[in-house]
């Protein structure tokens, strides 16, 4: 078994990481842009929209929720899903400042 050392990165790493991981689905992207576009919804919506199970978009939404994208509130039976907008905000600031630094200016390529 395989013994990750991620505590071992700074706290910047690990986010950056975190965020990548939970956008690094297509269905995950395609629930993001589902919810961008409809700003809320109940779980079955979502399963509708993607050519997915239930159970597999449960799991896509579970990402995203631990990852702070979305939030979930519980209405009876249903659990309606929208973007975390402060969050949302916040990993496009951590992305954005990670991909924008400084690159190397080598005067050769690698």
Known sequence: MAITKVSEFNTRERKIAALCKALAHPARIAIINFLIKRKECICSDVVNELPLSQSTVSQHLKELKEAGLIVGDID?????????????????????????QETIKAGKRC
């Open 76 to 100: 009876g039976p249903r659990v309606c899903y929208c973007i975390d907008k402060k969050r949302w905000s916040e990993a496009g600031g951590i992305i954005n400042l990670f991909l924008s």
